[in-house]
């Protein structure tokens, strides 16, 4: 850790808007916090709470970069605010605001997990397969090639932080737009051998505008996957099985 | 008042919540799930290393049975566990990972074939079978004889969660999220329901339902440095200790993880170790084999947390301002091994650290990371005390850690016990109409109303946050991995002080709706209680046992402690829990108390130890034909649902 993050004196500035409270107004308002070495947006945000505004609203559980709670635009780049290290800002201003996009709860808390389900919903994000419930699980399981195991594991690794919906332009002019994270679950659940939907399935839940076809690939998704998704190349993948169908 | 009736009420979306709701869904009743948060960021996501099921595919767990992983279970245990439980447990985790395996978890598979790996500091190679080619494989955890750990890379918890959740979501079970249950429901000895306080408009809810389930997580929060969420705070298990008559059981029984980063005690996983990673101390000696020359670094985790604590003590810890640590050295697992396999924990190493784990070592510490105990239940699930109200997953002691779990043994509890439990909450519901007085939920919901009215009421009073803190210090330092009389004695004197003085707590934010300060003054008063259900646990055991570590009693006691501890919390007035232990009977058990192997063998026997061995003896040269099914039913029968009590099959043995 270098010298020069102590002594430092960051400058937060913050939105601040709770929907609950009736004539509540959103504001920026700005917040000094004394650095510490290794700080997080986790950290600096809790001693905020604790220190400067009881009331301040923000999601975290993991705080380890895995349960995608805790993402907000940060300095306009939607991002973990848990794994974000403040020396990482040689300025030392930090601008926080709620991704957009989603419903705001209030301040940087939005409501990820009502899009989340919907979005499942509507992919119908689990394998199906009419024998699953048939399976003997004394049995031995059924084979799987490893690599295609290590395949969908890779984009199995999405947290569902919605990052990539708050930096997808697509999303912010239609509202019914699937969206990256979207495309990720139809071509994660399109790779699993157990899944046994056909492409005519696939083709109904992403052969539209709304789908893949209305996607501009000007891949604000890929940019900002917390995980590293490879968005480009499932997009592309999915948009040329799509095609195939019509 | 707002009323929500269901038949089967689930507190807690974590894997445990969520595999209870889809049994009792399935058998057809109407399940709700209520949760903090939205299910998939349940803490169960961040288990990395794996779950254990004797699957014995790969090469390395060849041989391995649900009698092996019986075995390492109990002895893990430091055999304070229920035996019974354990035996329902081993049977039904490879039923449980191959159902996962259906649902869509990714499981890691075998490649026939030679591959790489490293054992003991040295790259030897093993060869996989053509015959297991595609199974799903294991790899090595601390105090296991076989490669026993089920995984996919270092995401296991986030693949099985998600897995299980999209499930859930495929059954139209509804989530209620960011809603939290702050008292139990009951008339008499029968469980109702619970109070739930919205987290968004600070609405009071009473859900009415058949048969409840907690399955709330952990209480890791209870210290100042743990792996554990920051929802893992343990207000489920404390409102059931708060009915004063739903007993908590073994709360001094708290785990430390070997390898936490310093300082903010993010975890690393066992499997680093698992697949040959070493822990080395300021000189770049490998200390371990100097303590354990058996299982080294793959000693059970209360083992090797404290000898790293021992070493440090010695002054070969590595100074920092965080204060001394360890290395975990991965380096020679090479940085192809990493980026497939442990790639979180490259993540976590990256961001948190801005080190590349393929070439630095990683700074670690012994960090709090489990809580054996919990609501103490039967086999069944239920409530030892309350009817109607059940617990599965790490909220609940229905016991199969006893007093130190086995890693990857956890979220391979929360599924088999999701899968168990589940079956008697919807045997429950099918046996049981609601009735009940209106009158009784409406005193419920008013009782908690006016907790808040009169904290937000509150003009001067006691700081929420500075308790909290003074809490989670105490018990870091008085009720950690080494403990004394002394100490001990201290803690529960001074978490009894802040108990009182929470019972005075002031607010600053006055909203009735969204308002964390609010939440933290819900809560603290209760972990207090269940932090004082730790130390006074701790205080009055006086041996050592698992990860309860006594230095002034370092033997484990089978004569006097053979026992697991029940802790009430009569009233609401009472400021210390009211402890009472019952015994492990050694004439039931399938394996009586023995060595398990690590340091000295000081134990202290109990008579009836020699007895039950030699009747075990005489019993086995009595059924000389007998198979290995036949003996175990012999020695101990245990009760497991229809459905889930076939032979599991394996490769090259089928159903032997
Ligand atoms: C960092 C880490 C790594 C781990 N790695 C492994 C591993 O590799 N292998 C292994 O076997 N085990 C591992 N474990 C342990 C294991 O992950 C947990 O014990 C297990 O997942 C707990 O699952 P659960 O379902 O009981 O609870 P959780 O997953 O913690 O879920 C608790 C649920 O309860 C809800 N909740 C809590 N309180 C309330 C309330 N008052 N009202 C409403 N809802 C509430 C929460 O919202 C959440 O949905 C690890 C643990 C940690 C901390
Ligand atoms: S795809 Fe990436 S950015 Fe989008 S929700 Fe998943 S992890 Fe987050
Ligand atoms: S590439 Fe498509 S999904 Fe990704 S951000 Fe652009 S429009 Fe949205
Ligand atoms: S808090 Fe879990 S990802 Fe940030």
Redesign the pocket.
């Known amino acids: 850790m270098s010298n020069d993050e102590q002594g430092r004196t960051l400058k937060f500035h913050i939105l601040k808007y709770d929907p609950q409270l009736e004539g509540d107004e959103p504001r920026m308002v700005t917040f000094e916090v004394d650095e510490a070495p290794g700080m997080t947006i986790f950290i600096a945000l809790n001693e905020i709470r604790e220190k400067h505004d009881r009331s301040l609203q923000f999601d975290f559980?993991?705080r380890?970069g895995i349960c995608g709670s805790c993402g907000m635009l940060i300095n306009g780049k939607p991002d973990l605010a848990c794994r974000t290290l403040t020396s990482r800002f040689p300025r030392g201003e930090i601008t926080l605001l709620p991704l957009p996009a989603f419903e705001l709860i209030g301040d940087l808390s939005v409501n990820t997990g009502e899009f989340m389900r919907s979005m499942s919903e509507r992919v119908e994000g689990w394998i199906h397969d009419q024998e699953q419930e048939s399976v003997d699980l004394t049995r031995i399981e059924e084979r799987m090639d490893p690599d295609l195991a290590d395949e969908i594991y890779e984009l199995d690794r999405c947290i569902e932080c919605g990052c990539c919906i708050s930096a997808c332009a697509t999303k912010r002019m239609r509202d019914d737009f699937l969206g990256a994270v979207g495309f990720i679950k139809v071509a994660r659940f399109a790779l699993d051998t157990r899944d046994k939907r056909t492409d005519e399935d696939w083709y109904e839940i992403i052969g539209n505008d709304d789908g893949v076809f209305g996607c501009m690939t000007l891949l604000g998704c890929e940019d900002n996957c917390p995980k590293d998704l490879p968005h480009q190349h499932k997009i592309a993948y999915l948009r040329r099985r799509m095609v195939k169908v019509t | 008042m707002k009323i929500i009736y269901t038949d089967s009420l689930i507190?807690?979306?974590?894997?445990?919540?969520?595999?209870v709701a889809i049994a009792a869904r399935k058998r057809g009743y109407e399940s709700i799930?209520?949760?903090?948060?939205?299910?998939k960021?349940?803490?169960?996501?961040?288990?990395?290393?794996?779950?254990?099921a004797s699957l014995a595919a790969s090469v390395k767990s060849r041989g391995d049975n649900e009698d092996i992983h019986f075995a390492d279970t109990v002895k893990g245990s430091d055999w304070g566990c229920d035996q019974k439980v354990v035996r329902m447990f081993a049977h039904t985790a490879p039923k449980a990972i191959r159902e996962l395996a259906t649902w869509g978890v990714p499981w890691s598979r075998v490649r026939a074939g030679d591959r790489e790996v490293v054992i003991n500091a040295e790259r030897v190679t093993i060869t996989e079978g053509e015959d297991a080619h595609g199974l799903i494989t294991s790899r090595d955890?601390g105090g296991t004889k076989k490669w026993r750990?089920c995984?996919t890379a270092?995401g296991?918890?986030h693949t099985m969660?998600y897995a299980m959740d999209n499930k859930a979501i495929e059954l139209d079970i509804p989530v209620h999220?960011r809603?939290?249950?702050?008292a139990l429901i009951h008339e008499g000895n029968r469980c109702l329901g619970?109070v739930?306080r919205d987290l968004i408009n600070g609405e009071l809810i009473a859900y009415v339902a058949r048969a409840t389930t907690m399955?709330?997580?952990?209480y890791?929060r209870l210290y100042s440095v743990?792996?554990?969420?920051v929802?893992?705070?343990?207000?489920?298990t404390a409102?059931a200790l708060e009915t004063g008559i739903a007993p908590l059981s073994n709360m001094e029984a708290i785990q430390f993880?070997p390898t936490?980063i310093v300082p903010v005690g993010?975890?690393t996983?066992?499997?680093c170790r698992g697949d040959g990673g070493l822990l080395k101390d300021v000189d770049g000696h490998r200390f371990m084999p100097d303590y354990e020359p058996g299982k080294k670094e793959l000693a059970s985790r209360d083992v090797v947390s404290r000898r790293m604590t021992e070493h440090i003590r010695k002054g070969k810890g590595v100074p920092s301002r965080y204060g001394d640590h360890l290395w975990l050295d991965i380096t020679l697992l090479g940085k192809a091994h990493i980026d497939k396999n442990l790639r979180e924990v490259k993540e976590i190493c990256e961001y948190f650290l801005g080190i590349d784990p393929s070439k630095d070592f990683i700074p670690v510490r012994p960090t709090q990371?489990?809580?054996m105990g919990g609501i103490r239940t039967k086999p069944t699930g239920e409530s030892i005390g309350l009817h109607g109200l059940f617990a599965?997953?790490?909220?609940?002691c229905w016991d199969m850690h006893g007093f130190n779990?086995?890693?990857?043994?956890?979220?391979?509890?929360?599924v088999v016990?999701?899968m168990i439990v589940g079956e008697y909450v919807a045997d429950y519901c099918e046996a049981n109409s609601l009735d009940f007085k209106t009158s009784t939920i409406e005193s419920f919901v008013n009782r908690e109303r006016k907790k808040i009215d009169d904290l937000i009421a509150r003009s001067s009073g006691e700081e929420v946050y500075e308790l909290k803190k003074s809490m989670q210090a105490i018990m870091m330092e008085k009720v950690g991995i080494f403990r004394n009389g002394d100490g001990l004695a201290q803690a529960v004197e001074e978490l009894q002080a802040l108990l009182k003085r929470s019972r005075n707590i002031a607010i600053q934010n006055k909203v009735r709706s969204s308002n964390p300060e609010l939440v933290e003054a819900i809560r603290v008063p209760k972990m207090l209680k269940l932090a004082l259900c730790a130390a006074v646990g701790a205080r009055d055991r006086t041996e050592s046992r698992g990860a309860h570590s006594r230095e002034d009693f370092p033997a484990r006691n089978d004569r006097e402690w053979l026992k697991r501890t029940l802790s009430t919390w009569k009233d609401e007035a009472d400021e210390l829990p009211t402890q009472e232990y019952v015994d492990l009977d050694i004439m039931e058990m399938e394996m009586p108390p023995g060595s398990r192997g690590y340091g000295n063998d000081e134990t202290i026997h109990h008579a009836d130890t020699a007895v039950r061995e030699k009747q075990i003896e005489e019993l086995k040269k009595s059924m000389p034909n007998a198979d290995r099914h036949e003996m175990q039913e012999a020695i101990m029968p245990y009760v497991l649902p229809e459905k889930y009590r076939g032979k599991n099959e394996r490769v090259g043995v089928g159903y032997e």
């Open positions: 559980v993991c380890a | 507190i807690g979306g974590g894997l445990a919540g969520l595999r799930i209520l949760s903090l948060i939205p299910a960021r349940s803490h169960s996501a961040a288990a990395q290393g794996g779950m254990q955890f750990t995984y270092d296991t918890g969660l999220e809603k939290e249950a702050i619970a739930v399955a709330t997580g952990g890791g743990t792996t554990n969420a929802i893992s705070e343990g207000i489920g409102i993880h936490a993010i975890l996983t066992e499997g990371h489990y809580s599965a997953g790490e909220a609940s779990r086995l890693g990857g043994n956890s979220v391979a509890e929360t016990a999701g």
